[in-house]
């Protein structure tokens, strides 16, 4: 019972940690809470699905594919509703990102209507695996590895290429990196390509692992990634995987302990009582502020 | 005397009436969160918590315990203004972004308990009688819209008000001026949680049913938007910006199933060509005094300079 529930909370955790490493690496570099984060994230999925029940592809081309188109739209977005905001006051950025946030539902909600649609049967190969009395489905293994693939493949861009350390100095300081010959919008684009990118491929696999996607299944995700990011220390990193996972675990144990009704809140109570202790955070770090 | 009013509220058509009193409950809310946002610097995107506090203490004061109108709307101000000291208190030792999810956090945590609580009917709603007072429901919205507007005036050219500025532009010189941070923050925070908790007790009442799922992010982000759009920290602008987008998704009803795309749209655009609302920077009292021919200009202290929220 507790390994099933442990792998069931870490399968869902996985899938918030994936959308709250794109809040948390555009927090890190313009400060800005990109509520559209959560949009992309429910676009990413439909363009799995439309891949997958339209186009009979193979599930993990679709998601490949979401996720290229994810990125096309989260550099666009930026280029449109961020860019010339980025000298003015950060809830001007913040109410643009609101704006595309209900532009994109919108726009979901009039192409592919209401209701929530499933991907078709066999599009993925499900089958249980029992690991002493817990059952384990393949997806929920697929979902942990995919995710583990994708957030190390991140933490080499990141720490290893050019263009990551690029994006670490932009995101330590974003006047000087921009003195030092580095290309500031470049390294933001590429910072939502890559933000955008995550948050399809989580939606897919929110879409698998439920077997529905809606036009509003974006806005409590995107709220509980980004509470996920604030979990760990945003602008971190390795903070986002960490939130994400401890949010999904909590959540999956407070259900099985008998608050379904309040499963939305216990995310959030989590968050509340951490900063409470923790300001920063868990993995965040303390600035100090200066006269 | 009611029955006039009462006929002149009848002579307007009760689409246009209901859009004009949708913005009359608007004002309140905004006005409050000008106060914490605008005035004090803090951000909060859990305004609509305090606004549904508001309509449920104001909707069993009505049901439960047969209340007039007057002093329901009193009790659930001071309420959900006792509850937002409450919550203020240690939340508010966070600073921007971090205080901006907690009150977040905080709205989904009310939102779900209200949602399965037995007295506010869980998911069910309520259902809220009209309300026993002589006055016609428009009127006295406008009346309670016009109070809260004179008062935040007040509020914020008194010296409370001054400090809360001075907190806005600067933390630490505020408090090394002998500013108490804390104090002034929950008060502020208080004074916006009553107005919203007025605010809300209008709604209940003048819509007849209140939903917790009504008062969700999109509410709270509904009424931040009225805020930021007018002009952080204008009351003028408040104002405008309350009236405008409670307007806006009426006026774009003709495009039917277009019309929350193009509010989206709109929203973008609005930041993008004037990032600091509509009336961000503009001296009323300046272009008064211009337009009666008066150009003591120079004399009024002009409000400039972005703040850096």
Same mark, same amino acid.
């Given at each position: 019972?507790?390994?099933?529930?442990?792998?069931?909370? #870490?399968?869902?955790?996985?899938?918030?940690?994936?959308?709250? +490493?794109?809040?948390?690496?555009?927090?890190?570099?313009?400060? +800005?809470?990109?509520?559209?984060?959560?949009?992309?994230?429910?676009?990413?999925?439909?363009?799995?699905?439309?891949?997958?029940?339209?186009?009979?592809?193979?599930?993990?081309?679709?998601?490949?594919?979401?996720?290229?188109?994810?990125?096309?739209?989260?550099?666009?977005?930026?280029?449109?509703?961020?860019r010339r905001l980025r000298r003015s006051s950060r809830l001007s950025a913040l109410i643009s990102a609101i704006g595309v946030s209900i532009f994109l539902s919108s726009l979901a909600l009039m192409v592919f209507g209401a209701d929530a649609k499933g991907f078709p049967e066999g599009a993925f190969p499900l089958h249980q695996i029992h690991i002493g009395n817990a059952d384990i489905s393949t997806l929920q293994l697929t979902i942990i590895g995919i995710a583990a693939f994708l957030m190390l493949g991140l933490e080499f861009i990141v720490q290893k290429t050019k263009i990551g350390k690029a994006m670490r100095a932009t995101s330590e300081d974003y006047a000087a990196a921009a003195l030092m010959g580095i290309n500031v919008?470049?390294?933001?684009?590429?910072?939502?390509?890559?933000?955008?990118?995550?948050?399809?491929?989580?939606?897919?696999?929110?879409? +698998?692992?439920?077997?529905?996607?809606?036009?509003?299944?974006?806005?409590?995700?995107? +709220?509980?990634?980004?509470?996920?990011?604030?979990?760990?220390?945003?602008?971190?990193?390795?903070?986002?995987?960490?939130?994400?996972?401890?949010?999904?675990?909590?959540? #999956?144990?407070?259900?099985?302990i008998g608050y379904s009704s309040y499963r939305d809140a216990i995310a959030f109570a989590i968050l509340v009582l951490v900063l409470l202790f923790k300001p920063t955070g868990l993995l965040g770090q303390k600035i100090q502020k200066k006269v | 005397m009611a029955e006039f009013l009462q006929n002149i509220v009848g002579a307007v058509d009760p689409y246009t009436m209901q859009v004009i009193v949708n913005i009359g409950i608007a004002i309140p809310l905004a006005l409050g969160l000008n106060i914490i946002t605008g005035l004090t610097g803090q951000l909060s995107l859990g305004h609509a918590a305090f606004m549904s506090i508001g309509a449920f203490i104001s909707a069993i004061c009505t049901i439960r315990l047969g209340f007039p109108f007057a002093l329901t709307l009193v009790t659930s101000g001071l309420v959900t203004a006792a509850i937002g000291a409450m919550i203020g208190f240690p939340i508010l030792r966070l600073s921007g972004d971090y205080l901006a999810i907690c009150t977040l956090g905080f709205a989904e945590i009310v939102k779900v308990i209200f949602l399965n609580l037995d007295i506010t009917n869980k998911a069910l709603g309520l259902t809220v009688p009209a309300p026993k007072s002589f006055l016609p429901m428009p009127i006295y919205v406008w009346g309670i819209a016009i109070l809260s507007i004179v008062f935040v005036a007040f509020l914020q050219s008194s010296r409370f008000g001054r400090a809360l500025k001075a907190i806005r532009e600067d933390e630490i010189a505020a408090e090394a001026m002998g500013i108490n941070l804390a104090r002034y923050k929950v008060q502020s925070f208080a004074i916006g949680s009553f107005l919203a908790g007025v605010g809300g007790g209008l709604y209940a009442h003048f819509l007849g049913y209140i939903n917790p799922s009504d008062f969700g992010f999109l509410k709270s982000v509904d009424i931040l938007s009225m805020v930021v759009l007018g002009g952080l920290g204008s009351i003028p602008g408040t104002v405008i910006g309350a009236a405008v987008l409670t307007a806006a998704p009426e006026f774009l009803r003709f495009m039917s199933e277009y019309r929350m795309l193009v509010y989206g749209a709109l929203l973008v655009c609005l930041m993008v060509f004037r990032p600091n609302g509509l009336l961000g920077g503009v001296n009323f009292t300046g272009l008064l005094l211009k337009a009666i021919g008066r150009n003591i200009n120079e004399s009024i202290p002009r409000e400039k300079g972005r703040r850096k929220l």
């Open positions: 019972m507790f390994l099933q529930q442990l792998i069931n909370g #870490i399968a869902l955790g996985s899938t918030y940690a994936l959308i709250a +490493l794109g809040y948390t690496m555009v927090y890190g570099i313009i400060t +800005l809470i990109n509520f559209a984060h959560g949009e992309i994230f429910m676009v990413g999925a439909f363009i799995g699905l439309l891949m997958v029940s339209v186009f009979k592809l193979n599930i993990f081309i679709a998601m490949a594919l979401a996720m290229c188109v994810c990125m096309v739209l989260g550099v666009v977005i930026e280029l449109i509703a961020y919008n470049r390294v933001i684009s590429f910072t939502f390509a890559l933000g955008s990118a995550l948050a399809a491929a989580g939606g897919v696999l929110v879409g +698998l692992l439920y077997n529905a996607v809606s036009f509003n299944m974006g806005l409590m995700a995107g +709220l509980k990634a980004f509470a996920a990011a604030v979990l760990g220390g945003i602008g971190s990193i390795p903070g986002a995987m960490l939130g994400g996972v401890l949010l999904g675990v909590t959540e #999956i144990f407070g259900v099985a | -």
